[in-house]
């Protein structure tokens, strides 16, 4: 985040950030201070050492982390709403679009403003099961904005829920400018 914008805002807690994504260790130190909730889903909240522990707990402080190096909303409350866990093969295991499109409600009755998903799944068409075109577009109606990972295969393919409408698709570059 450039130093300008850092000395313009933190975020501001009256702003929610729902992170839709592995468990989070709740004790990370750069974790330490942050208003941050979780709900109860379908997933486990116990953060073990598992990669969708990880990789929730990176997430989270990459947005709320305190400290050494700050998160890009620091001062915004948070919501942990667990989505992958940890297969019996020890790799991440993913959800399903409707477990996906459950905790997307969740978060919204929760109170959530914005809502982080780093993760999807591929598709041919850019079709996605009901339910969660559903939780989306009540996302839309009531003005919660969906931020949505495009992949980490740099291919020019869909992946949900990133390709659905009103989401904001986020994506990355190498630097030659090769996504």
Known sequence: MSHALRRTTRGD??????????????SHRSLAGAQLGVIETLVSTSADDGPAARHGTHVASIIFGRGELDGIAPDCR????????????????MCSQIDLARAILQAIEAGANIINISGGQFTPTGNSDPLLEAAVRRCHERDVLVVAAAGNDGCACLHIPAALNSVLSVGAMDESGSP
């Open 13 to 26: 807690p009256r702003v929610c950030l729902a992170v839709l994504d592995g468990p989070v260790d709740l």
């Open 78 to 93: 948070g919501l942990i709403v667990p989505i992958f866990g940890t297969g019996p093969d020890g790799e991440l295991a």
